[in-house]
């Protein structure tokens, strides 16, 4: 189940990963202008937000790396893991009410997944966590 956990968490962390490249390298791409269906001239008015965006959505991919990568203590790498999944799911569900709807599968349902995943495969220690 760990195992598994660790899988969603570094899927999730590479679509952010990806999501970054988009907002802030690809955003006036004739590609990324007609996935958002937008003219030319609003992706060049929003360019400066898509990079804000995208700088935002590479903290998230960190977090979830980092979370990967501290193994010697599991009890922070387990609210951690929590904390990132849970972020990465409410700007999910944010951008599906104010964005596009497509943005609850896309981003929020495969951090839920892992979110689910991760609190089932949570450490036997002897620690409260509050979702």
């Known amino acids: 189940m ?7 968490i570094a899927f999730v962390a590479i679509e952010h990963i990806l ?15 007609q996935r958002f269906n937008m003219t030319e001239q609003i992706a060049k008015d ?9 700088l935002y959505n590479g903290f998230l991919a ?12 599991v009890e922070q790498a387990f609210k951690i893991k929590l904390f990132f999944l849970s972020c990465v799911v409410i ?10 709807i497509s943005i609850l599968v896309i981003q929020a349902l495969p951090a839920l997944i892992g ?10 220690e002897n620690y409260d966590v509050v979702i």
Request: glycine share 6%; proline share 3%; net charge positive.
């Open 62 to 73: 960190a977090g979830l790396i980092w979370s990967l990568l501290i193994r010697s203590y």
């Open 46 to 54: 929003s360019a400066l937000l898509a990079m804000n965006q995208g």
């Open 19 to 33: 999501f970054l490249i988009m907002e802030m390298f690809l955003w006036q791409t004739p590609f990324v202008i």
């Open 115 to 124: 979110l689910v995943v991760v609190y089932l495969s949570k450490p036997q």
């Open 2 to 8: 760990k195992r598994i956990s660790n899988l969603l």
């Open 91 to 100: 700007a999910g569900i944010f951008g599906a009410l104010t964005v596009k």
